[in-house]
């Protein structure tokens, strides 16, 4: 009892740092653009402690996997090149005795993970979406960018060359309509017209052209030159509470209706069979490389945190490369999406148990 608690202190210690380390590397560029809101655009710190919130779990569901992978090469390289591992064989103790409580603690990690993953996260994308699409009505400027063209306003989509604060300078805007030819509205300036009761936004123009229907035949336009002209924008689904689910937004439960729903309707529901397994099977990867992290970094008894840092960096890119390649061989029709997302798991988790056979043969 006193040796396996040792065993999971010495993991603990590397786990948690390495979680926390993960953690802040992939929540930098967001923190700059939560920021970016805050300090430039206007947006109310309480929503940016919303998105900040809701972004955790997402984040977490990829670096407690990497935590777990590289706490293990961790703590047992530098067990094992500290000779503690030789020392324990030496007074008879094996190799699964030693292994346990790591194994125990990814199965652990891996049954927090299946929750998180399939009903946290996607929960947590939909209410940022929404916490998103909220900001837009009341600061429509929070988030458009100079140079590039913004397509939240649909049909509309806008291209302005400078932004200032709610103030627009040299705006085009494109709306779009599969049945009729591009219309096209070029102003000098403009401003959003927030109206947050409404649930709406208004955009104004000053000093432009807009291409207008002719009456006689509406596949053609007409140059009007104005002074002011207002549109009536829309974001996103406007209401926030009314928005529609994306499949990353759908728990577990709400993923299986729709696929019933779908199959019911002779419609391809192969996408959603892929999220679905995508979100378990990463749930079960910690458990996957605590199994191969274990002989592996007492195979190679490296103790340097440098070496330990790459071979995790090298296993988890290997891991989600079978990811990608599965999830398009699926989307192809060319494999299941169980085999398909499973893939990655399967391979580490043979390739762990080889590893850890061949250990156990020394």
Request: glycine share 6%; charged share 20%.
């Amino acid at each position: 009892m006193i040796l396996r608690r040792h065993l999971l202190t010495e993991w603990v210690q590397p786990t948690l740092m390495t979680l926390v380390l993960f953690t802040f590397v992939l929540l930098v560029g967001n923190l700059v653009k939560l920021a970016d809101l805050f300090v430039n655009r206007g947006v109310s710190p309480l929503a940016i402690l919303q998105l900040f919130v809701l972004l955790l779990p997402s984040l977490m569901s990829y670096t407690v996997p990497m935590a777990v992978l590289t706490g293990t090469l961790l703590a047992f390289g530098k067990l094992s090149s500290d000779r503690e591992i030789i020392a324990m064989r030496a007074c008879g103790v094996s190799y699964p005795f030693i292994a346990f409580p790591v194994l125990a603690a990814g199965l652990l990690a891996s049954a927090v993970l299946v929750p998180m993953n399939t009903t946290l996260v996607p929960w947590s994308h939909f209410e940022a979406r929404r916490v998103g699409i909220d900001i837009a009505i009341r600061n429509p400027t929070a988030f458009l960018e100079s140079g590039t063209f913004i397509k939240e306003f649909h049909p509309y989509i806008l291209f302005v060359y400078h932004v200032d604060g709610n103030q627009m300078q040299k705006i085009r805007i494109y709306e779009t309509d599969n049945r009729k030819p591009t219309r096209t509205i070029v102003a000098e300036s403009g401003e959003f017209i927030p109206l947050p009761e409404q649930r709406r936004v208004l955009l104004k123009l000053r000093n432009g052209t807009a291409d207008e229907p002719d009456p006689k035949d509406a596949s053609k336009f007409y140059k009007l030159k104005f002074e002011t002209y207002t549109l009536n924008m829309g974001v996103g689904d406007k209401d926030p509470r009314s928005i529609s689910m994306k499949p990353k937004d759908m728990g577990l439960n709400q993923l299986k209706q729709t696929i019933r729903e779908l199959e019911q309707k002779k419609i391809n529901a192969s996408p959603l069979y892929v999220e679905m397994h995508r979100r378990i099977a990463m749930a079960f990867s910690p458990l996957v490389f605590a199994l191969m992290a274990f002989p592996l970094a007492i195979t190679t008894q490296r103790a340097q945190k440098t070496v330990g840092f790459g071979m995790s960096v090298v296993i988890f890119l290997g891991y989600y490369l079978f990811l990608a390649i599965g999830q398009a061989l699926s989307e192809k029709g060319l494999s299941s999406a169980i085999f398909a997302m499973w893939l990655g798991n399967g391979v580490f988790f043979a390739l762990g148990l080889l590893l850890f056979w061949k250990l156990c043969r020394r």
